[in-house]
């Protein structure tokens, strides 16, 4: 239910364009579970099935091994909080506000919590939030994005965290991937109880910065240096606690009819991540900071293996949820992504439409998880209003004009199919540079092609710049029938 804060945020908006969105659901009882796994700098090689030479990931294995592997998946941005908002509208990031990590999501967006609520699921988000407030009676907060059960963290968490538990302060022991797995089997034991289907968004805060594994994670990579054993340690206690929702799902038998999808929000760390020997890291539109492991399980619908090479993106993941429970996506919002269900049930080989980046210079906003959720607490025993959250939180709901037409600065990218056309625009001269690539023959970005194509690389220019130009207008408020 929208808390009253957020009518007031948005009122019309929400009323009469968020929701427009209707059901036409074939076989109601027959629709999936949905449950959403995230790591937090992950990169594409930080997985022993794609060749790391240290990692222990055999829950991940075994999945790549049984179910869907995408070899081609892209988050977004090449930072977290843009790419999280991609999950829940299928639009990329600046579309809606979230130009870098902690800026908060619009209110006015439609969330897909909030559009697979029309489809009856219960929802439920737990772990790293990082698109706006976790405190109660937000209008950027889980609940206020249509999440019926919350226990969401600001940013990233470590070792016996203090979470948002729908807006109270509450203290945790233990691995944050393992508290986080059990917050989610929780929700799904609870929703099976109540004979409601659920979307579960499980998003770890590992291994992001700094890395803190358990003793008994550490000791496994016992021959490596520390900082090594802890950031191994972190992803192999995620490793273990996603097998445990996967085993919960079996246990349950719900395993058959739950689509379970696993992915990263960017590319890999510097220096201790793996991109899997692709250009660039975290921060960068360049394949290393893009490029995440990415698997998918449905066996009622997908009961052998199968590895999907086109590009893909987070922001597919909406518009193919939209596609499985026969919603109807709001005309008047852009989507950038697909639904991929063609690609997965084979019925084409090429997605139907290319991927747009846009990394802007904008700087983000500083979250500080850890030193909010301890002030929170002691607000909350002491009976006392906690310390204001940043200015933007509170200004979210407000379209604000932040592109000028033709003005696109940062860095962004066009991905069709194995080419990829680089766009870098200097924020304070205005001055723009290209680079074209073909990734086929050269992933790791090294050999810029713009000669040796004469035809392709206007194609390309002329629809980034289209793109762009529509990403701006829907910044600049465009897509929503009232403003504010």
């Known amino acids: 239910m929208l808390t009253s804060l957020r009518r ?51 829950n991940f294995d075994a999945m790549a091994k049984e179910g869907v592997r995408f070899d081609n998946f892209h988050a977004a941005a090449p930072v977290c909080s843009p ?86 302060a509450t203290q945790f022991q233990g691995d944050s991937s393992d508290i986080t ?46 900082n090594a054993q802890d950031f191994y340690g972190e992803i192999t206690a995620m490793d273990r606690a996603f097998g445990r929702i996967r085993d919960t799902l079996k246990e349950l038998g719900l395993r058959k009819n739950t689509l379970l999808w696993y992915y990263s929000d960017n590319g890999a760390l510097p220096k201790i991540g793996s991109t899997g020997g692709r250009r660039g890291n975290k921060g960068a539109v360049y394949e290393g900071g893009l490029a995440v492991p990415a698997l998918l399980e449905w066996p009622a619908k997908f009961p052998e293996p199968k590895v999907i090479t086109e590009p893909c993106v987070t922001s597919d993941i909406f518009p193919t949820l939209l596609d499985i429970t026969d919603l109807e996506p709001d005309k008047s919002r852009p989507l950038d992504g697909v639904s991929l269900m063609p690609l997965l049930e084979g019925t084409v080989k090429k997605r139907s439409q290319p991927i747009g980046f846009w990394d802007s210079p904008i700087r983000g906003i500083g979250t500080p998880a850890k030193q909010w959720m301890e002030e929170q607490m002691a607000a909350e025993k002491e009976g006392r209003e906690p310390t204001p959250e940043p200015q933007a939180f509170a200004e979210a709901g407000q379209i604000k004009e932040h592109f000028a037409p033709q003005k696109y600065p940062g860095h962004s990218a066009w991905l069709d199919g194995n080419w990829k056309l680089h766009r870098m625009e200097d924020p304070k001269t205005g001055a723009v540079s290209w680079e074209l690539y073909d990734l086929a023959n050269d992933p790791d970005e090294s050999r810029v092609l713009l000669a040796e194509q004469p035809e392709r690389v206007p194609q390309m220019q002329e629809a980034l710049e289209r793109w762009l130009e529509s990403v701006a207008k829907s910044l600049n408020g465009g897509d929503y029938v009232d403003k504010p």
């Open 181 to 226: 797995a059990d917050l989610a089997i929780q929700f799904i034991k609870e929703s099976v109880e109540k004979e409601q289907r659920f979307v579960a968004v499980v998003w770890f805060g590992s291994p992001h910065n700094p890395h803190k594994a358990l003793k008994a994670d550490r000791e496994l990579y016992a021959d490596l240096p520390k």
């Open 8 to 58: 007031l945020t948005c009122a019309a908006v929400v009323a009469c364009s968020s929701l427009a969105l209707m059901s036409t659901l074939r076989a109601v009882d027959n629709l999936p579970n949905i449950v959403l796994v995230m790591a937090d700098d992950q990169g594409w090689g930080d997985m022993a099935y794609n060749g790391h030479p240290h990692l222990k990931t055999p």
């Open 83 to 168: 790419t999280r908002g991609s999950v829940l509208t299928g639009r990329t990031p600046n579309r809606y506000g979230v130009f870098q990590w902690g800026w908060p999501l619009r209110p006015q967006e439609l969330t897909l919590a909030e559009a697979l609520k029309q489809a009856d699921y219960r929802t439920g988000h737990f772990g790293k939030w990082h698109l706006g407030s976790v405190r109660k009676d937000q209008p950027t907060s889980p609940g206020a994005q249509g999440f019926d059960a919350w226990v969401s963290s600001p940013n990233f968490f470590d070792l016996d965290p203090i979470l948002s538990e729908r807006g109270k």
